[in-house]
């Protein structure tokens, strides 16, 4: 009992947990569900846009992409690194993901089906996954702020990039700048749901609130996310598809229209349009990497008998 | 909105830039005049054939970014990937320079065609993970391929053209990465198990066959003496590097016959194998379809 008083009483104050801490059960279950979460996120999020690496349709472009899909790849291996921290294991998680157990952001369940989607992803993908991220390197527990830090950082470069394509594109031919519309109209909608469903129906978000794992709830942070968004489409030349989309002078904010929850919970269900997809790339490359690695583990153990 | 960069720049840093902004250009400062004595078109092409090289095989080496054995891989390739497409690009954009008939790297990446590709055919066969092979295919084209390469570098180091000198200059060390990336995993594939010895085997075998060209010199290179090296020179050094790492995996050199040229024309000549095609359709598709896009 005093060592969860204590514990309340290092988060309340701001401090950061450590591994080595002692932790209530819950708190070191939510943060590994919650990391090993993200950390799928980021390797089935590299999906998506790996579809077009091979089609890049120019040389920097295509090393920009390519770079991008493999800070997910060093993103992912941080936060699995993070998980294990907390006792999670790494090759477990997998299995978790590669036999759907475990679930990862929805949207990636979503096609990339022209080359302005890099961008859009970019630019509202990557610019909700900011927003949500961004109050994590404050989070409570220490290895997890930390891997969030150098995600964050890499993220708003992505953005950047996101955001500069579709710049280019949206001065370049008129069949470009109706690409780049077609992807915000296919993307926006997904984007707001990326910051989970309203808070009356957040399971988790009053523990993870006291925790101080979570530091905002998913309305503030779309909120925060529609506020930022609207003027950068206004310069881009874009329209957001949400005709109720206005801004509200007493309220200081921008009001928007009903997300449609039903497509919501569908996608997370696993009835969205890529969904079996995604887990099953993903289940194809670790098995046919499997020999591999039981090739590397065989070689290692080998080397370690012949070192005694 | 919280900013959570302004922990991370460094001192005097531009707080909304994550990375600061103190990059400078690869090749700042190189004179990029044409050499005296040399011919245009023989540094057009000979600038393509390194070019190509590397675009071709980042291609290849990209279509593993997602289907890796394991995330480590993932980041690893396409790590190299990057490299050989940053050589890629210096190349291209040396080739498009010394033409000077107003093309640029992504002209000469996307709007030629196959017969005016001049890269060898050992970077465009498929080696996985693609049905042609696998990850031990991959490997073995790696260490083929940055031995040969490295070695060529190395020598290009004393080009008279200070661009190629100053590209091998920086390629060297990437190249170095690679063999050594490359060498790691055939030791751990020839020593893992039985299974994994024998992809390694099959491997090697497979992209042995290709191995003769890479030595072959072209009459570009010939007539480019002071600024090409002749690949001819190279191979003594480039078979011992290989053979060293074989040893230590305990594996014979491939005995395989090798595939043969077109009226003895190949790669450089612009005769490629069928692969060719296919991997440039996907490559240059969206870039040819939608002429007068800007990207």
């Known amino acids: 009992m005093d060592l969860e008083r204590e514990f309340e009483r290092v988060v309340a104050a701001e401090h950061r947990v450590e591994p080595r801490d002692w932790m209530p059960d819950g708190y070191r279950k939510t943060l590994v569900r919650q990391i090993a979460q993200h950390a799928h996120s980021e390797i089935i999020g590299m999906q998506p846009e790996g579809n077009w690496i091979g089609r890049a349709p120019s040389l920097r472009r295509k090393a920009i992409l390519l770079a991008k899909v493999q800070d997910e790849a060093g993103h992912g291996l941080y936060l699995y690194a993070a998980a294990e921290t907390l006792g999670a294991d790494r090759a477990e998680l997998t299995r978790n993901l590669v036999e759907g157990r475990q679930k990862y952001s929805s949207i990636f369940n979503y096609p990339t089906l022209t080359f302005a989607d890099v961008g859009v992803i970019g630019w509202l993908v990557d610019g909700a996954a900011i927003c949500n991220q961004v109050p994590l390197c404050r989070t409570s527990y220490g290895p997890y702020a930390r891997a969030m830090i150098r995600v964050c950082k890499e993220e708003s470069f992505h953005q950047r990039q996101g955001y500069e394509l579709l710049m280019t594109m949206m001065r370049g031919t008129p069949a470009q700048r109706e690409m780049v519309q077609d992807a915000v109209d296919r993307w926006w909608w997904p984007s707001l749901m990326m910051f989970g469903p309203p808070d009356a129906e957040s399971a988790n978000t009053e523990q993870s609130m006291r925790w101080r794992i979570k530091r905002h709830t998913n309305d503030e942070l779309r909120q925060r996310f529609v506020d930022m968004t609207v003027p950068q489409a206004e310069r881009l030349g874009v329209t957001l598809p949400d005709p109720a989309l206005a801004w509200n002078a007493e309220r200081g904010h921008h009001d928007f229209g009903e997300i449609d929850w039903a497509e919501f919970w569908r996608v997370v269900k696993g009835d969205g349009p890529c969904n079996a997809e995604r887990v099953a790339h993903r289940r194809q490359a670790h098995e046919d990497g499997a020999w591999v690695r039981e090739a590397a583990a065989a070689y290692a153990a080998k080397k370690r008998e012949r070192a005694v | ?295």
Request: hydrophobic content about 45%; overall charge negative; some cysteine.
């Open chain 2, 1 to 295: 909105m919280d900013n959570a960069y302004e922990a991370l720049a460094d001192e005097g840093e531009e707080k909304h830039w994550a990375f600061g902004t103190g990059f400078t250009a690869a090749l700042t400062g190189v004179d990029r005049a044409l050499p005296a004595g040399v011919e245009r078109a023989d540094l057009v092409v000979y600038c393509l054939m390194l070019g190509d090289d590397a675009l071709i095989h980042a291609q290849r080496l990209a279509e593993w970014c997602s289907r890796a054995p394991e995330l480590e891989e993932d980041v690893a390739l396409a790590n190299i990937a990057l490299d050989l497409l940053g050589q890629a690009r210096l190349l291209l954009s040396r080739a498009a320079e010394v033409e000077d008939a107003g093309r640029d790297e992504d002209a000469l990446a996307y709007l030629r065609d196959e017969r005016e590709f001049r890269n060898v055919r050992l970077v465009e066969i498929d080696c996985g993970p693609g049905p042609g092979g696998d990850f031990a295919t991959t490997i073995a084209r790696l260490l083929v391929f940055s031995s040969w390469r490295l070695a060529v570098f190395q020598r290009l180091t004393a080009s008279a053209d200070p661009v190629l000198a100053a590209v091998a200059a920086k390629g060297i060390k990437e190249l170095a990465y690679h063999r050594d990336h490359a060498a790691q995993w055939v030791l751990r594939l020839a020593g893992g198990t039985d299974y994994s010895r024998e992809r390694m085997i099959a491997g090697l075998t497979q992209v042995w066959a290709y191995t003769d060209e890479l030595f072959t010199t072209h009459p570009v290179e010939t007539a480019l003496g002071g600024v090409a090296v002749d690949p001819a020179d190279v191979r003594a050094e480039v078979a011992e590097v290989l053979d060293t790492v074989l040893s230590a995996a305990e594996l014979d050199r491939p005995e395989v016959t090798q595939v043969a040229a077109l009226a003895g024309r190949a790669g450089r000549d612009g005769v490629h194998t069928q692969a060719l095609g296919h991997l440039l359709a996907e490559l240059q598709h969206v870039a040819r379809s939608m002429p007068g896009a800007v990207w």
